[in-house]
């Protein structure tokens, strides 16, 4: 994969934001990667990560992972993580051999990390990626919070079209999914409120980094993933479908994201307003 400097989405919406001159300064965590040091210590540390894939039918989702300390052992470019997606998560047993993106966030204190590469090893309990960007994220949006619980799946429910609305409508953090051709699969944490609108989500896009890594990715590519977490229960709603970016939004930056929901996997269960 291509991976020195920003992608061509990227310095497209970069441009059309007016933020050219920010985001180059940029540049330069965008260099091939080294997962020692800082970085590795830091990722031996946690506890939960997210990841984003293509299943065994090629759709893309997004699945939580989750692990005791040490479940992230990095060192050089290559990441080996002690554990995978569930029976009954849509990336259980998700093909080797494609791009992958992981955030690795700790909601205590704060901090996130991206690694973004290849997925070369997934088995039921073992998942090897070989970087192509590792970087570290402003603790913007991060609402410090327990980690949700690791549990197995009690129920499931699948649906072509959304599920779990009562879920996205209290939820104030996300996970967003995204791909490009030349730099494959990409994670990224969302913090704010997501609205529905008919069957149709959408969210304010904040003011970030000015990378604008994931609107980069779907000024050039639609295909999109959601995950929203019961930080209660575990339970997970995955969504897959495709978004697209709002210039006109009524929204501080003038920009929002709309998703469509395409196919939804809704796994354990999720705490209603009257209780569990």
């Known amino acids: 994969m291509k991976t020195i400097g920003f992608h061509d989405g990227e310095l497209a919406v970069q441009r059309k934001a007016g933020v050219e ?16 040091g800082g970085a590795a210590k830091f990722l031996a540390q ?41 029976a009954g998560d849509p990336l259980h047993l998700m093909p080797a051999d494609q791009s992958a993106g992981l955030i690795v966030i700790e909601f205590a204190i704060r901090r996130r990390f991206r690694v973004n590469g290849t997925l070369t090893v997934s088995t039921a309990d073992t998942l090897e990626l070989t970087a192509d960007q590792a970087y ?27 599920l779990g609305r009562e879920l996205i409508e209290r939820s ?17 944490h969302k913090g704010g409120t997501v609205h529905l609108d008919g069957d149709e989500l959408w969210w304010a896009d904040q003011p970030g980094n000015n990378m604008f890594n994931s609107l980069g990715n779907l000024a050039i590519d639609p295909t999109a993933s959601l995950l929203f977490v019961d930080f209660a229960t575990g339970a997970s709603l995955h969504l897959s479908g ?32 009257g209780g569990s």
Do not use: K
């Not at 994220?137 to 429910?157: D, E, K, M, W």
């Open 21 to 36: 001159y920010d985001a180059s300064r940029l540049e330069g965590m965008l260099r091939p990667p080294l997962l020692d």
């Open 46 to 86: 946690r506890e939960f990560a997210v990841i984003t894939a293509r299943d065994t039918d090629g759709r893309l989702w997004t699945s939580p992972l989750h692990g005791p300390r040490g479940f992230l052992d990095a060192s050089g470019t290559a990441l080996t993580v002690h554990a995978a997606p569930p």
């Open 242 to 273: 495709t978004a697209s970016i709002d210039w006109d939004a009524p929204t501080e930056t003038g920009r929002a994201v709309r998703f469509v929901t395409d196919r939804s996997v809704l796994t354990g269960s999720v705490v209603t307003a």
């Open 172 to 188: 104030d953090t996300f996970f967003l999914g995204t791909t490009h051709a030349e730099r494959g699969a990409d994670s990224s």
């Open 136 to 162: 570290g994220n402003c603790p913007q949006y991060i609402h410090p919070r327990p980690l949700p619980p690791a549990t197995v799946a009690p129920a499931i429910q699948v649906a072509d079209g959304l």
